[in-house]
């Protein structure tokens, strides 16, 4: 099995959505762009991507939705090196109608009570929805690591809340730990880095909004 030794994960730059929330009464989530502020956040994480990965080669994953899109363009990865694909797995959370911005914002004070994971929103999706399928993703991934030929660096670009979904996945956070944590900035990348134990670790960790309980008495994550 060829392991990639680095699996990158970036959150788009700063869309109009970002910016100004309100846009989302008017366009589709996956058609909002990304703003002047956002481009430049892309090309910052392009100059960092391109240092990383050098002359080697990446399979990269890209979410559909347009921001992802114009982020990746953004990032001037050399063509003849980089094996890109559109991946639907990896796309935001669905938030259902947002044009009644008034039940959008119930439903966010709702959220934050009954838990960002297990609530789904009318319409939509919940995060444990996400969850499933990024899992049937990471089964994808492990499969075509069989390959002998496989790139040593992966590269996925997607959105905050799938970038902690991903990690929750791979790494066996408990839920509790999901909850405890923000997301990335706009334009942020985590690596995940094979060891010499053959095992993948964070290279940084998530922002920790709070310290989360364990389930239970001897629980081992």
């Known amino acids: 099995m060829a392991q990639p030794r680095r699996i990158v994960l970036l959150r788009h730059g700063e869309s109009q959505g970002n910016w100004d929330d309100s846009v989302y009464e008017r366009v589709p ?15 910052v994480a ?7 990965f050098g002359t080697e080669r990446v399979s990269a994953y890209v979410s559909p939705y347009r921001r992802t899109h114009q982020t990746f363009r953004a990032l001037a990865l ?25 039940d959008v914002l119930r439903q966010k004070r709702s959220r934050d009570t009954y838990g960002h994971f297990f609530y789904r929103f009318a319409q939509g999706e919940s995060g444990a929805d ?21 790139p040593p660096n992966v590269l996925l670009v997607t959105h905050g809340l799938t970038m902690r979904l991903f990690c929750m996945r791979w790494l066996h956070w408990t839920v509790a730990e999901f909850e405890s944590l923000s997301n990335p900035g706009n334009g942020e990348t985590r690596e995940l880095l094979l060891g010499p134990d ?9 922002e920790r909004w709070h310290t989360p309980e364990r389930p239970f008495e001897g629980w081992c994550a």
């Open 198 to 206: 053959r095992r993948y670790h964070l290279d940084r960790p998530f």
């Open 29 to 43: 989530d996956h058609a909002l762009e990304l703003t002047d502020k956002g481009k430049r956040q892309a090309e």
């Open 78 to 102: 050399d063509p003849s090196r980089v094996r890109v694909r559109e991946e639907p797995r990896l796309r935001e959370q669905d938030w259902g109608n947002w044009q009644d911005k008034a």
């Open 130 to 150: 996400v969850y499933d399928r990024v899992g049937a993703f990471l089964e994808s991934l492990w499969r075509s690591f069989e390959k002998a030929d496989h």
């Open 46 to 52: 392009g100059e960092h991507l391109r240092q990383v």
